[in-house]
RNA sequence: GCGCCUGUAGCUCAGUUGGAUAGAGCAACGGACUUCUAAUCCGUAGGUCGGGCGUUCGAAUCGCCCCAGGCGCGCCA
C-alpha cells in the first residue's frame, strides 16, 4: 500500500505538470533526511528550471497549487529553493498502523522480481575453521538473502566448497602428522602445512572413534617411521611412491578430515544465525563432465591458446584489459579457475538467472576473469561479484595478525563464545561492504551494554515489558483494529507510523544496491524515535481509549523491529 | 609500475545515480528515576568532508592531478 502511495503521488505530479505547462516530467521521490522535510520528497523543480527558465522556488509553488494530491497525503509544501514535500495523511498512517499490527510482511511487499536468483558467499575452503574474515561474509550474506527473500525475490544462498585441490592435500598430510605426533613421533610441518591446533584435536578425536583406520595407517606405516617425520615424506610415501592400499587410505582420510571441517563449518555458521540453502562440493563438480564440457565449449568460442604446453584462455578478445590466465596446466592438470568457470555455468545451468558472488579483495583480480569467460560464454549481465572489504581484528591497540597455516587466527567460534552472535552481526552488517573494517575486540568485549544493537533490543524489550503490563491490567492488545488508531493525533506518535511506512522503502533499496547495512541503520533510528517518545509520554494511563490506542502503536513499532531484526539475523528479546 | 578499495567529529562509521543548516553510535561535559524496564531521556560541545584545480544555479557526492593507508597483479587456491 506504501508504494501504491507512491505511485499515485507521480502521477498526480505528472498531471499538474502537464497541465501546467504541458510538458512531460519523470518526478523522483525521495526519503527526506529529516521528517520535517515531510514523507517524500522530490527535487523535480530544480530539474524544471532550466527548461522552463524560471526559478526553482516558483515552480515549486504553481505544482504544489495545482496538484491534486491522492487520499494518502494531506499536505505538499514547497520548501527551501525549490523542494516539493508531501506529508501523509494521518488517515493513511493509520491505515498502515493497522494493517502492520495485523499482518507486518506487508511491509516487505515492494513487488515482483522476475527470474531466480542465488547469491553465493562465505565459500572459504574447509580446510580450518572460519575466521573473521569468514564472518564478515556470513553476516552479510545471510541478511542480505532474509532481506531479498522478505522482499519476495525467489533467492537461494550456496556455499562453494573447495574440497579438492593442493590445499586440501596439504590439509590431509597435515592431518595425518598430527596423527603421528600423537603417537610419540617428532614431525615438522612443510611450507604449505596447517598447523593450526585443530587438526592435533581432530586427531585425538580421529584415533579416538576410528581405531580402524588407525590401525591401518600404523600397520603401513610400520617399517618406514624413523627420526623426524615431515610433510614432504608423508606426501612422497602415500601419494607419489604410494600403491593403491596406500591411495585408499590416504582417500579416506582425506574425506574423513574434509567431513569434519565442513561438518564444523556447517556447525559455526548455524550458531551465527546463518544456514546457507546448499552446500556445493567441488568433487561433485569434477566428477561429472561438466569442466570437460566446459573447457571444450570455451575451445569453441576460440577463446583458449596452447602456449609453453599449457592450455591459457584468451581474454583479449572479450576484455583487452584483462589479462590471460591458464586453464590447464601443463602437466594437464585443470586450475583453479577453469573449476570455477565450470561451477559458475553449472549454476546457470541449475536455473539461475541472476548470480552474485560475494568475495574477499584477495580475488579481485579473479573478477575481471570470470566475467571475460562468462561472457565468452554467452552468459552476459547474468553473473556479478559483491567485492566485500577485509576485516582488521584490534587487539590491544595492535592488528591481530592471522594466517590460517600458521594455525594463528581467530575463528568464528572465539567472537562468537567472546562478543556474542547479535553483537557480532550487527557490527559486520552495519557498514558498507566496500568499508575496510577494524574490529576492535577490546571494545566489543568491553563495551557490549553501549552498543547500538543493545539500544534496537531494548526497544523491543521495552515494548514486550508494557505490553505485559497492559496484559495483567486486563488489556487485549490483540483486539486493536483501525478505528482504535483514531485517537492518536499528537505528532510525536504520527512521527513513529511514518517510520515504520518508511521500511519498504529502506528494503527496497537493500534490494537494489545488495547492500544489508542501510537496514541496521534503520533500526536504529526506529527505535531512536521510540525511546523519547516512551520518555515523554505514558502509554498505559487513564485514559481507556488512548491507552488502546498506544499499546496498538506499541504493537506495530514491536512488530517492525522485530522484522527487522529477523532479517539481520539478530534475536528481538523479550526482556533485557 | 598497473588495477581495485578506503580517507567525513577525539574513536567507529552513515550519507557518494549532485540538492535543504554534513548525520548516528561511542567517548566528553551539564541535567532527569515516587512512574509502563534509567541498557533510557533532555541539553551542551565537537567538522579546512585527505589536499588542489575544474564542471554546475548548487559538490562530501562528478572530472583531472596529487598525498596517505589497505589489497591484488602465479602453470596457487
Redesign the pocket.
Known amino acids: 500500500m506504501i508504494f501504491e502511495a507512491r505511485d499515485e503521488l507521480v502521477k498526480a505530479i505528472k498531471e499538474a505538470a502537464h497541465s501546467l505547462w504541458k510538458i512531460d516530467v519523470k518526478p523522483?521521490l525521495?526519503i527526506?533526511?529529516?521528517l520535517?522535510?515531510?514523507d517524500l520528497?522530490?527535487?523535480l523543480?530544480?530539474?524544471l528550471?532550466?527548461e522552463l527558465r524560471r526559478p526553482?522556488k516558483e515552480i515549486a509553488s504553481e505544482i504544489a497549487g495545482r496538484i491534486e494530491l491522492p487520499a494518502a497525503f494531506s499536505t505538499v509544501?514547497p520548501?527551501?529553493?525549490?523542494?516539493?514535500?508531501f506529508y501523509y495523511s494521518d488517515v493513511f498512517l493509520r491505515e498502515v498502523l493497522a494493517q502492520v499490527a495485523a499482518e507486518p510482511r506487508i511491509l516487505g511487499r515492494i513487488g515482483s522480481h522476475k527470474g531466480k536468483y542465488q547469491i553465493e558467499y562465505v565459500s572459504a575452503?574447509p580446510t580450518g575453521p572460519l575466521n573473521v574474515v569468514s564472518a564478515r561474509a556470513a553476516a552479510v550474506g545471510s541478511s542480505l538473502v532474509n532481506i531479498l527473500r522478505f522482499a519476495g525475490y525467489d533467492v537461494r544462498s550456496e556455499y562453494y566448497l573447495?574440497d579438492?585441490?593442493?590445499?586440501?592435500k596439504e590439509l590431509t598430510v597435515s592431518f595425518i602428522l598430527r596423527v603421528l605426533e600423537l603417537k610419540g613421533f617428532s614431525i615438522e610441518f612443510g611450507m604449505?602445512g596447517y598447523r593450526g591446533d585443530y587438526l592435533a584435536d581432530e586427531a585425538v578425536f580421529f584415533t579416538d572413534t576410528e581405531p580402524e583406520k588407525t590401525g591401518q595407517l600404523f600397520k603401513l606405516l610400520s617399517d618406514n617411521l624413523g627420526g623426524t617425520i615431515t610433510s614432504e615424506w608423508v606426501t612422497g610415501f602415500f601419494t607419489i611412491t604410494g600403491n593403491e592400499e596406500k591411495k585408499r587410505l590416504f582417500s579416506a582420510l582425506r574425506e574423513w578430515i574434509v567431513d569434519r571441517m565442513i561438518a564444523g563449518i556447517r556447525e559455526t555458521l548455524e550458531a551465527f544465525g546463518t544456514n546457507i540453502d546448499e552446500y556445493y562440493r567441488?568433487t561433485r563438480l569434477r566428477a561429472g563432465k561438466k569442466v570437460d564440457e566446459t573447457l571444450e565449449l570455451l575451445r569453441k568460442k576460440g577463446g583458449t591458446i596452447i602456449?609453453?604446453?599449457?592450455e591459457?584462455f584468451d581474454t583479449s578478445k572479450v576484455d583487452p584489459?584483462e589479462?590471460a590466465?591458464?586453464l590447464?596446466?601443463?602437466?594437464g592438470?585443470?586450475?583453479?579457475?577453469?573449476?570455477?568457470i565450470a561451477y559458475h555455468r553449472d549454476k546457470i545451468a541449475r536455473g539461475f538467472d541472476h548470480i552474485y558472488d560475494i568475495w574477499?579483495?584477495?580475488?579481485?583480480?579473479?573478477?575481471?576473469?570470470m566475467k571475460a569467460a562468462m561472457k565468452t560464454l554467452g552468459f552476459c549481465g547474468v553473473f556479478d561479484v559483491l567485492?566485500l572489504?577485509?576485516v582488521?581484528l584490534?587487539e590491544g591497540g595492535e592488528k591481530v595478525k592471522m594466517s590460517k597455516r600458521s594455525g594463528n587466527i581467530v575463528t568464528l567460534a572465539e567472537l562468537l563464545a567472546d562478543v556474542g552472535a547479535d553483537v557480532a552481526r550487527f557490527?559486520f552488517t552495519?557498514?558498507?561492504?566496500?568499508?575496510?573494517?577494524?574490529?576492535?575486540l577490546d571494545?566489543a568485549r568491553k563495551?557490549?551494554?553501549?552498543?547500538?544493537v543493545?539500544?534496537i533490543?531494548?526497544?523491543?524489550?521495552?515494548?514486550?515489558?508494557?505490553?505485559?503490563?497492559?496484559r495483567i491490567s486486563g488489556r487485549d492488545v490483540r483486539s486493536a483494529g483501525k478505528r482504535d488508531f483514531a485517537m492518536l493525533v499528537h505528532p510525536e506518535e504520527m512521527a513513529l507510523a511514518r517510520k515504520i511506512a518508511q521500511l519498504p522503502y529502506v528494503l527496497s533499496?537493500c534490494a537494489?544496491?545488495m547492500?544489508a547495512?542501510?537496514l541496521?541503520?534503520y533500526l536504529?533510528?526506529l527505535?531512536?524515535t521510540?525511546?523519547?517518545f516512551?520518555?515523554?509520554?505514558?502509554?498505559?494511563?487513564p485514559d481507556e481509549e488512548l491507552?488502546t490506542a498506544?499499546?496498538a502503536l506499541c504493537h506495530s513499532i514491536k512488530q517492525t523491529l522485530s522484522l527487522g531484526l529477523d532479517m539481520l539475523g539478530i534475536s528481538s528479546?523479550?526482556?533485557?
Not at 602456449?307 to 599449457?310: E, K, S, T
Not at 592438470?333 to 570455477?340: F, I, K, L, R
Not at 552495519?430 to 576492535?440: C, P, T
Request: proline fraction near 5%; charge should be negative; include cysteine.
Open positions: 523522483e525521495t527526506p533526511d529529516n520535517q522535510f515531510g520528497s522530490s527535487n523543480p530544480f530539474q528550471a532550466r526553482p509544501r520548501e527551501g529553493a525549490g523542494f516539493l514535500n575452503n573447495n579438492a585441490g593442493n590445499q586440501i604449505d567441488e602456449q609453453d604446453g599449457a591459457w584489459n589479462q590466465f591458464v590447464v596446466k601443463s602437466d592438470e585443470w586450475t583453479y579457475g577453469a573449476v570455477d574477499g579483495p584477495d580475488h579481485h583480480g579473479h573478477i575481471g576473469r567485492t572489504q577485509q582488521n584490534l557490527f552495519a557498514r558498507r561492504m566496500e568499508a575496510h573494517l577494524d574490529f576492535d571494545l563495551e557490549t551494554d553501549e552498543n547500538p543493545f539500544y533490543q531494548y526497544a523491543h524489550a521495552r515494548i514486550c515489558g508494557i505490553l505485559e503490563h497492559a533499496k537494489l544496491e547492500s547495512h542501510y541496521c541503520f536504529l533510528e527505535a531512536q521510540f525511546h523519547p516512551y520518555a515523554k509520554h505514558r502509554i498505559v494511563g491507552t498506544r499499546l528479546p523479550e526482556n533485557m
